[in-house]
């Protein structure tokens, strides 16, 4: 018996029919994901969004403390980032299961694991790049402020798209109406939440990003300025934020991975 055909090597091919077939599930999900109507939306926000800060730069007295107040924190922040992960983020599995289909992806040989970390892979990398792309775009037809801001915003934002994509990627493989109950999650939770005294803001994305936010820009008066404001958000340091996203990043991906690789998925058979 020849070397190639021992068992030994049977394992090890095996892994790499997998790995194979992670990578063409990897670029079919960035296939799908990049021609849909989702993008279009995105695109169509991005340039209102655009419009908008363009027409603010042509006002006089522009400041880094007026764009982040005015611009980035209530269209970018508040608006548009959230919008990219739920646009991609719910839809990467829960699209499969509005459209049948993903009953093929689910008998296929690859570990039901592993197609969740592949997609959330393919989500993360969308997310990150419409929101890093974005942001460049916001900061680029502001001038001098946005240049200012860029680097103070975009760590912030990757991270925070990222953990947003990794909610509403869970919610859109767990329940059957995932984007309804990621843009509930937004709109109500987040939104609601943020705007309340004490701690309980903390289970928030908004808490953790707006933390790295105003920690980076002390030095152009960002977030809070009175000490009423202070007290009553309660805010974390902004290392502790991004340790806490990155944690909470993992946590997320790795308990869907295996809540994934539990659930039956009646309404396919």
Known sequence: MSEIDSPSTEPASSTMRIVRACLFLFRLTLQRQVFSRQTLVNLGLTIVCGMIVAAWSYRGHRTAMGFSDYMLLPTYISFLMPIFAISYGSSAIGGEREDQSLIYLLVTPIPRAAI??????????????????????????????????????????????????????????????????????????????????????????????????????????????????????????????????????????????????????????
Request: include cysteine; aromatic fraction near 14%; charge should be positive.
């Open 116 to 269: 969740y970390l592949t997609k959330a892979i393919a989500v993360s990398l969308l997310v990150a790049i419409w929101s890093g792309s974005t942001l460049a775009l916001l900061c680029w037809l502001a001038g001098e402020p946005g240049k200012t801001l860029l680097p103070i915003y975009l760590p912030a934002s990757l991270l925070a798209g990222l953990m947003y994509a990794s909610v509403f990627l869970l919610l859109g493989a767990m329940f059957r109406h995932g984007t309804i109950l990621s843009l509930a999650y937004w709109f109500f939770l987040e939104v609601l939440l943020i705007q309340m005294p004490g701690t309980v803001k903390r289970i928030t994305v908004a808490f953790y990003l707006r933390c790295m936010l105003f920690d980076a820009g002390k030095t152009y008066n960002l977030g809070l300025r009175t000490p009423a404001d202070v007290e009553m958000f309660a805010a974390i340091s902004g290392e502790s934020a991004m340790w806490v996203m990155i944690c909470a990043i993992l946590a997320l991906t790795t308990f869907g991975a295996y809540a994934f690789s539990r659930r039956e998925y009646t309404e396919l058979g």
